[in-house]
């Protein structure tokens, strides 16, 4: 680490440095791209870490919603007609990959094909 990238750690925010964490994981997830540079209506490949899980029904249809970080923005999933999927929990690493939309001005994903990562440590 070079005294530049040691000096910008020791004065960022827990956050900026979990931020910065997380892009470099990102990136080395094969095929991927950060959140905030998928193109609305596009295949994509993204991996991040889920922050939250809600069961959310639409229309009388369960549905379950995850959001996904992966330092440079957030992607909400949803898997229609799901409760719950195992290994889909908050704390969980994600590789996801499908046809990203803006719904209601956030970045999402419906029913995306998944991959689940291993935790630090794991």
């Known amino acids: ?20 964490e997380e892009r470099e994981d990102a990136v080395r997830a094969k095929g991927c791209m ?23 029904p639409r229309q009388g249809v369960p549905a379950l919603e995850a959001d996904l970080y992966d330092g440079s923005g957030n992607l909400v999933l949803v ?9 889909i929990e908050p ?5 996801v990959e499908g046809l990203v939309c803006t719904r209601e001005g956030r970045r999402s994903m419906f029913n995306p094909r998944y991959e689940l990562r291993p935790r630090p440590g794991e």
Do not use: C, F, N, Y
Not at 35 to 55: E, F, N, W
Not at 91 to 95: D, I
């Open 1 to 20: 680490m070079s005294l530049r990238e040691g000096l910008r750690r020791a004065v960022a925010s827990q956050e900026e440095i979990e931020a910065s």
């Open 34 to 56: 950060p959140v905030d540079q998928t193109p609305d209506r596009h295949r994509a490949k993204v991996s991040g870490v889920i922050r939250s899980v809600v069961l959310r």
């Open 79 to 87: 898997w229609l007609g799901r409760r719950e999927i195992a290994g």
């Open 91 to 95: 704390g969980r690493r994600l590789k």
